[in-house]
């Protein structure tokens, strides 16, 4: 039997940025009603994205630990994988995220209605047989893994980050296609787990986003752990029965075809603009699946808005979160606007890679004066004491201003510290802000002070 429902607000799509704008929406007296294909609410992010990934790090920064421990004096012998109660407490981490996001929409009446959903008009959208009428959208319909059309499709040892996080076996050789983060983070969860790894990147450098610096702390670390092949791509995959022979082309190609168990493709994630018929509600698509928002998140539609992957990169779950209630405070007549001084990255791989706010290689290309200050965590007290000397903390200041612009961080834990430097960032701190900040010893942390001294010319001993 067919259903209506009429709603103030509908938001397609119950990811990090669907369910932060209903639910702030709810909180601020609007009738909301939230539209999701997937039989559990979370999105990409918790279902298939940051929280299994996350959970999976975990185990590997363990394993990874233990066997450090060894040149300590402590041995714990070889690690016995059970990949049944892995897998099983990833799910349990999922699961209690996910039915928490349950409760917190049953807590603020959002109605939940499970289907895919497409427009087919300005004020109306179609969910299997349930028609529904609103006076305001916000479209959060995210992204999903890019495909490469040369690799096999229905071949099981062919992966996406979907597939890899479900850990059905521990491959001996795997091939990582892509170095950016995704790639990078299942790389190391793989890693420790047994497999031999290797990872091709089409750029000179692992996660090009990220300045050359921090990624060569990276690789440098990572030489021993990972075979990785620079500026090289891929050009055939030919699925054999005992197993898939690749094709390399480029500077570190390999002469012949290689053979791999699995290949994980994680080439990127291309937006899914194009799967709920917006032009029907007038709203336009581009060629390749983004729809465009303004400031105040909304589309070429003024009462549609559009948050999260679905309008642009970064595609981060912080991003879609922060923009998800500035459309929810729009609609609500608040004045919002999401302009945010930086949006930070993080690569939970080991040792972490973070950035907020302008790169040098940002800088460089739009013309700024800064200049940078970098704290080697070869001098730190507490990552001498934790045997992680490889990272540093890089602060980025405008020239004239010592206005702090950006800064990254590469070592253990530097995506926990990043935030100080996006609050930096967001409240205008200049060097000596956060120079003159007692930072307490002997931390990771100190070496943000440490380095706006460095800058300030004021240090006078190191920890
Ligand atoms: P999504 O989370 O993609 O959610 C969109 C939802 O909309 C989906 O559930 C989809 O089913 C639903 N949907 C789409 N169209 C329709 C429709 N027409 N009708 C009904 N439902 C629809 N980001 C971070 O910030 N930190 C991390 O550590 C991190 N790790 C990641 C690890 C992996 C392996 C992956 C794949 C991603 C990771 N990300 C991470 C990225 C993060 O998951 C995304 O940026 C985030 O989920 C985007 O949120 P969103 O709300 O825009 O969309």
Request: net charge negative.
């Amino acid at each position: 039997m067919s259903k209506e429902i009429k709603t103030q607000v509908v938001v397609l799509g119950a990811g990090p940025g669907g369910y932060s704008a209903a639910f702030r929406a709810a909180d601020l007296g609007l009738d909301v009603t939230l539209v999701e294909a997937r039989s559990t609410l979370g999105g990409v992010c918790l279902n298939v994205g940051c929280i299994p990934s996350k959970a999976l790090l975990h185990v590997a920064k363990v394993i990874d630990d233990a066997k450090e421990m060894a040149s300590h004096g402590v041995s714990f012998g070889a690690p016995e994988i059970d990949l049944d109660k892995i897998r099983s407490w990833k799910d349990k981490v999922v699961g209690q995220l996910t039915k928490g996001l349950d409760g917190m929409a049953k807590m603020r009446k959002v109605k939940v209605v499970n289907g895919y959903g497409k427009f087919t008009g300005a004020h109306t959208l179609q969910v299997d047989d349930t028609t529904i009428t609103f006076e305001h959208a916000i479209i959060a319909a995210g992204s999903e893994p890019v495909a490469l059309p040369f690799i096999p499709k229905d071949d099981d040892r062919v992966i996406d980050s979907t597939g890899a996080l479900e850990l059905k076996d521990i491959p001996k050789e795997m091939l990582v296609l892509g170095g950016g983060i995704i790639g990078l983070e299942m790389g190391t969860v793989y890693r420790a787990l047994g497999s031999k790894v290797s990872v091709v990147e089409f750029a000179d450098q692992l996660v090009p986003a990220a300045d050359a610096d921090v990624v060569k702390a990276y690789t440098k670390f990572n030489s021993k752990n990972f075979d990785i092949m620079l500026s090289t791509k891929v050009t055939a995959v030919e699925a054999k029965k005992d197993g898939l022979y690749v094709t390399f082309e480029g500077k570190n190609a390999p002469e012949k075809p290689v053979r791999y168990d699995k290949i994980l493709v994680a080439v990127g994630r291309k937006p899914n603009g194009n799967l709920m018929d917006a032009a029907k509600a007038g709203v336009n698509v581009d060629e390749r699946g983004f729809i465009h928002a303004d400031k105040q998140l909304r589309t070429n539609v003024k009462h549609i808005h559009a948050i999260g992957d679905v309008i642009g990169q970064p595609m981060l779950a912080h991003k879609a979160v922060h923009e998800g209630h500035v459309a929810a405070e729009v609609i609500a007549g608040q004045k919002h606007y999401f302009d945010p001084r930086g949006i930070p990255s993080v690569a939970y791989t080991d040792p972490e890679m973070a950035w907020v706010g302008v790169t040098e290689k940002e800088a460089k290309e739009q013309g700024l004066q800064y200049e940078a200050a970098t704290f080697p965590w070869a001098a730190s007290g507490r990552a001498i004491a934790s045997s992680r000397t490889e990272g540093f903390t890089k602060l980025i200041f405008d020239k004239e201003t010592h206005r702090i612009i950006g800064g990254a961080i590469v070592g253990i834990n530097a995506g926990e510290m990043l935030g100080e430097i996006g609050l930096a960032i967001e409240m205008g701190a200049d060097a000596e802000d956060i120079a003159l900040t007692v930072h307490a010893h002997p931390t990771l942390n100190e070496s943000i002070g440490l380095a706006a001294e460095l800058y300030e010319g004021s240090i006078t001993d190191l920890p």
